[in-house]
């Protein structure tokens, strides 16, 4: 399977830190090594990076572990492939366009004979069943809500029928964003820390990296970072229950609802 990391924030703030030991999960300490990407929210614009190959050996990935891009709203993925082969065009987070914003999906997990059918507007280009399922989410939405962008609870409440749906074909974590919300899925695992006032020091599990958060925050700053697994040592994160939906808004849990919880295999570790 894969790995995901997103982060969800009040004000714009970089993702160094984490992405430090998230790289590190591209064959380093993990065999995640199928490729990786990563999409950065900056107002209505998507910085995305994407490489093929392996995380902890990509130039591309050291560069955005030392690169401080400020953003709200962070998605990446380190990929295991199930389906697709290892290719540019397989490689996540994937993103579209729709009612004017752009949205980024990223998916850990694998869905057995899913095949929707899609009318056109949005289509895979690769060969996932993850960009599959993308496009089935944005297809589903546009044909409720038109060409109107709806309100935040019709859309969280739509988001999760669709999501119990596409769960009864599979493990289905995912992350979503437009770049106003996150939107995080535990199908069989996920976990997630909401990181505010009083900040402390944390020190990561894949790398001998710790950074002390008062020493580069604000007191009204809170930043939520969800994860396959935790990255940090010393901290206390919280591991969602499998089946479990949730909504993060300006760096907090805003909605959570229950779904369809996955298969936990026994002979993959990061399940």
């Known amino acids: 399977m894969c790995q995901l990391l997103g982060m969800n924030c009040n004000v714009p703030t970089d993702i160094c830190f984490s992405f430090t030991g998230f ?96 009318d056109g507007r949005f289509r895979p280009v690769g060969t996932t069943d993850s960009e599959t399922a993308f496009c089935y989410l944005l297809q589903e939405l546009q044909k409720t809500f038109g060409e109107t962008k709806p309100s935040m609870k019709e859309l969280s409440d739509k988001l999760h029928a669709l999501t119990v749906y596409l769960a009864a074909y599979g493990n289905f974590n995912f992350l979503l964003s437009n770049g106003e919300f996150m939107l995080a899925h535990c199908s069989t695992r996920l976990a997630s820390i909401v990181r505010k006032a009083p900040f402390t020091v944390a020190h990561l599990k894949d790398q001998d990296v710790a950074v002390d958060f008062s020493s580069v925050t604000t007191s009204h700053d809170r930043v939520a970072v969800i994860a396959t697994n935790p990255l940090t040592e010393n901290e206390q994160w919280t591991i969602h229950e499998p089946g479990t939906l949730l909504m993060f808004v300006e760096g907090e849990i805003v909605n959570q609802y229950k779904t369809v919880a996955g298969i936990i295999s026994n002979c993959d570790p990061t399940l």
């Open 23 to 118: 790289q590190a999960r591209g064959g380093l300490t993990d065999h995640h090594t199928d490729g990786w990407g990563i999409s950065f929210f900056e107002g209505k614009g998507v910085r995305q990076f994407l490489d093929p190959n392996a995380s902890a050996n990509s130039p591309v990935a050291d560069f955005i572990r030392t690169y401080p891009i400020k953003s709200k709203n962070v998605i990446a993925h380190i990929r295991k492939a199930t389906q697709g082969d290892t290719k540019l065009e397989n490689t996540h987070p994937f993103v579209r366009e729709m009612w004017g914003l752009y949205w980024s999906f990223a998916h850990n997990g694998d869905l057995k004979n899913f095949s929707p059918v899609l």
